[in-house]
């Protein structure tokens, strides 16, 4: 049901989708949906959630296989991985994280980019050692509302990302936290 959800909300948009649809589309009967989600919303709100643990995953994954000489190539290669599932999964360019559809999607006592920002800062602070501080919280957050941004800019302007606002969108941020992470510079 979630697959299906994802490819509808790619070609209808969130205002079309429907739970009949989206049954319909999943081959199951209307009782089967409404069995797990009661309305449109709810299915949207699970899918935003496969979405972000999804990204996570690929980060995660990211960090492990790849050596990264500080946090300013880690924010790139989180860049990559947001701009990979807007191209490639399904529902991704629709939903982002829940913003299209609701601000409190993932959470209703933290906006979306709050709880991106609080898994990303997680991540970083894991791999690099960075200073848990509010300083960073806010960095963190300031750099992900900035970069959520400039990199829907990019697919408004592009369908597959424009690559010189995906570019403008890295420097932005690196140039962002290499002012408020004093610890670490980048070398760019």
């Known amino acids: 049901m979630l697959d299906a959800c994802a490819v509808l909300l790619d070609e209808?948009?969130?205002?079309?989708?429907?739970t009949t649809r989206i049954a319909e589309r999943a081959g199951v009967a209307i009782g089967s949906v409404y069995q797990f989600f009661p309305d449109k919303r709810a299915i949207t709100q699970e899918l935003t959630r496969r979405n972000v643990e999804e990204f996570v995953r690929r980060v995660d994954r990211r960090f492990l296989e790849?050596?990264?000489?500080?946090?300013?190539?880690?924010?790139?290669?989180?860049?990559?991985?947001?701009?990979?599932?807007?191209?490639?999964v399904a529902g991704f360019k629709s939903l982002h994280f829940g913003d299209a559809v609701d601000l409190n999607l993932l959470d209703s006592d933290s906006d979306n980019n709050t709880v991106i920002a609080g898994r990303l800062r997680g991540l970083l602070l894991k791999e690099f050692g960075l200073a848990?501080?509010?300083?960073?919280?806010?960095?963190?957050?300031?750099?992900v509302e900035a970069g959520d941004s400039v990199l829907k800019?990019?697919?408004?302007?592009d369908p597959n990302g424009s690559p010189e606002i995906i570019e403008a969108a890295k420097h932005l941020i690196r140039g962002f936290l290499s002012r408020q992470l004093k610890s670490?510079?980048?070398h760019v």
Not at 12 to 18: I, N, V
Not at 77 to 86: L, T
Not at 153 to 157: G, K, M, P, S
């Open 12 to 18: 209808l948009g969130y205002e079309s989708l429907s």
């Open 66 to 88: 790849q050596d990264y000489r500080g946090w300013w190539e880690a924010v790139d290669a989180i860049i990559d991985e947001y701009v990979d599932m807007h191209r490639t």
């Open 132 to 143: 848990d501080s509010p300083e960073l919280d806010v960095a963190v957050l300031v750099a």
């Open 153 to 157: 800019l990019a697919f408004r302007r």
């Open 184 to 186: 670490w510079s980048p």
